[in-house]
């Protein structure tokens, strides 16, 4: 355990060293960011004099070593637009996103197993053929339309759901507003939610439903049904527990790349999680901003991964988490 940790904080920070590279070394392509600092009414003279204190004249390298010293301090730069640390408005934004993600994932877990294994053990039932049929559909629609689609039908001709933002919060502690102990606030969360895990749910009933039917023709399965075993301890603890190893290695993953999907969700319900905040700060050109959201995600995504290994590992025994077999 420990030698796998250290290997993959080791990789960790290998990779982190390359997404900061690439976060950083696209700023120059997003437009003049003093186009937010001072305005149009700033003569170039001025520009110039600004761009050279802000150090945005230095070469690509001595900006980038700059940056990284920097950043392996918490210090991310300090946002354009708010006057205050990036990393500090990305926090404040970041309770938002993850309790989205978070909302999404319990929806996704609650739907997919029951519907992939019930799909899996009578995969001629009409019910089955339903789900099918229903998660090509999901899988088909770009979430951006989905997530109109559910806030023209709930929100506007059925009125049953709140259509934009997060509602009642409460403060729970540091940058923490939580709409999780408030009616109004899980009201809000029902509809992106729901927007969000349509791009994952048709994927994990698919994908739990083909990975059962394989363990289900698998030889130790074959011979507990032999021995007469009961036909619930076959499906849910013979099956269903092997079935579960691919699909915690792709949900890991799928669970990281939600983070990013957030975007085009909360543009439409106008929620304001990390996603929406990215967005404002592309079109105001705020660099530091975009830097940070880059960097911030792509730590979760390290994070996600590692704690999938870890969790795949206790899963199945037979893993070793040192890479000895």
Do not use: C
Not at 83 to 90: G, Y
């Amino acid at each position: 355990m420990l030698a796998f940790l250290i290997r993959r904080i080791a990789q960790a920070a290998v990779v982190m060293f390359v997404i900061s590279l690439i976060s950083f070394s696209i700023q120059d392509n997003l437009g003049d960011p003093l186009r937010e600092l001072v305005g149009q009414a700033v003569s170039e003279q001025e520009r110039n004099a600004l761009r050279e204190e802000l150090g945005l004249n230095d070469p690509f390298l001595t900006q980038y070593w700059r940056f990284a010293k920097k950043a392996v301090q918490g210090d991310l730069g300090d946002s354009y637009f708010f006057k205050e640390p990036a990393l500090q408005v990305i926090l404040k934004k970041l309770p938002a996103t993850l309790e989205l993600v978070f909302g999404a994932t319990l929806i996704i877990v609650l739907l997919s197993v029951p519907l992939g294994v019930f799909s899996a053990i009578r995969p001629h039932h009409w019910f089955s053929k339903l789900v099918m049929g229903v998660s090509i559909i999901g899988i088909s629609i770009p979430v951006f339309l989905t997530a109109i689609l559910l806030m023209y039908v709930f929100a506007i001709e059925l009125g049953l759901m709140p259509s934009f933002g997060r509602g009642e919060l409460v403060h729970v502690f540091g940058y923490w507003d939580s709409g999780f102990f408030t009616w109004d606030g899980i009201m809000h969360l029902i509809l992106p939610s729901v927007a969000l895990s349509s791009i994952m749910l048709p994927l994990f009933i698919r994908l739990i439903r083909s990975e059962m039917m394989e363990v289900l023709e698998s030889e130790y399965v074959r011979y507990a049904w032999a021995k007469g075993l009961n036909p619930k301890r076959i499906y849910f603890l013979h099956a269903l527990k092997n079935t579960m190893l691919p699909v915690i290695t792709v949900g890991g993953v799928q669970i990281g790349t939600m983070v990013a999907y957030t975007i085009l969700t909360e543009t439409v319900f106008q929620w304001p999680g990390m996603g929406f905040l990215f967005l404002e700060a592309v079109n105001r050109v705020d660099t530091p901003l975009i830097v940070a959201y880059l960097i911030v995600v792509g730590a979760i995504f390290v994070i996600t991964n590692t704690i999938v290994d870890l969790i795949y590992g206790l899963v199945n025994p037979t893993v070793k988490l040192a890479g000895k077999q």
